[in-house]
């Protein structure tokens, strides 16, 4: 199992791609809980397969 820390680390490495990414009228706080609806079991299983940045994008989708 992953460690909290990594989790963590990823849900921030998230959260910065989807600031940078984010269109001009979707606030900073808009984002943050749209990656607040995925649980930290959630960003552990798709860690693997996506990076923060791949993350973003589907999210943002």
């Known amino acids: 199992m992953t460690e ?16 940078q990414l984010k269109k001009e009228d979707e606030s900073d706080e808009e984002v943050i809980k749209l990656l607040d609806t995925f649980s930290d079991e959630e960003l552990a299983f798709g860690m693997p397969f996506n990076t923060p940045d791949e993350m973003a994008r589907m999210l943002l989708e």
């Open 4 to 19: 909290k820390s990594e989790i963590e680390n990823y849900r921030e490495q998230v959260l910065q791609a989807l600031l």
